[in-house]
């Protein structure tokens, strides 16, 4: 069983990456099994992969260093049942230090029953370079030094979404990101090209691309201020609209809570929506670099009653995003004949990282 793990910040495109490979692998007649990860507990990841028919377990309420025991558990669980060739382990957009925390203590324990066979670790290109231009993200310098501290411990380092970049960019982070990484693998890629897909499913075949040897030197007090400036909030919605109108109500209710986002200066780094209406399903992503255009990905609903699992991964109070997700909820029920509700719990920041194991220096 190939342990595969991806971390990499929020909306780089990991859950993008596996899906591709786990069809890919799929259609070739293996066992593919996905372990997802998150702080909160109703995760649209884990409703998309299901929805693509992949069996998914999911370790909730904080990373796989702090939830350790989950991650082993889910482990033994899926050798026992499913019998996988590959797992794939999505880890938290927000956890670094995953060399000392999982991927060291899985080598060591339990005589390394679930040595990990890759680390790959995502970042949007985007971002990268404004980061590699020195120019400002959109986040604080806790949250920064996350997205720092993930690119630093990679030994493969997945440049994602290559193909958003005009083709001077292209040229310009392939040379900027050799240069600042000598010492790393790196794949340019576009995961949802199926060509890049397969030339990163070589890249993490057993002896490929080593793990990490080197654990993170990493400011611990940084790392977890950063983590609780992220607010989450997980919700489920029932929303039930009158003929023909239901895109039209939803692009209402993501456009409500992006101004007000927008007016309290909280950045967003992922806003998610698996989208179900009938036998038809759709997942929105709206990321720290997304344009407007998340718009065209929304399609024409049914008459069924639309259900929404939403994720929000936002740089602000958890206070400001309930409010403003409430506030969302107010403005769409007023449009008339429009029916919604809410379940889930309220916005929450994420507790100080304490993983289970830490083991440091070099192996
Ligand atoms: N154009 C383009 N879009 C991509 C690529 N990879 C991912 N995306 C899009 O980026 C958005 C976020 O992708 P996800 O795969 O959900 O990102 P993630 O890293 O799993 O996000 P979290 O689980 O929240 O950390 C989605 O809208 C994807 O369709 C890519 O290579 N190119
Ligand atoms: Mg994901």
Redesign the pocket.
Known sequence: MNLHIVG??????????IIGAAKRLMASGKRVAIITNDQGKYLV?TAFFRAEGMPTVEVTGGCFCCRFDDLEKHLDFLRDTVQPDAVYS?S??SCADIVATVIKPLQALRSGAHTPTSLSV?TDSRLLLMRLLNEPLPFSDSVVYIFDQQIEESSLLVV?????LAPEEQAQIRRQATERYPGKTILF?????EE?VRLWLEAIQPGRSPLPSESLEIDYQRYGQGEAELAWLDKELTLQAPHGAARQVAIHFIEQILGQLAAAQAAV??L?LFITCGHQHT???I?AS?GADWRA?LPQFGDEPVQVEF?A?VQTDPQTLDFIFTNALTSVAKITGVQVQSAGLPAFKPGFPKPTHRIAGSS
Do not use: M
């Open positions: 990499g910040f929020l909306g780089s495109g990991k859950t993008t990456a990841d999505e938290v957009g995502f994602n979404k290559i193909d958003l890629q576009d995961s949802r090209s890049d780094a992922h998610k997942k929105l992503s990321t997304s990905n994720n991964r």
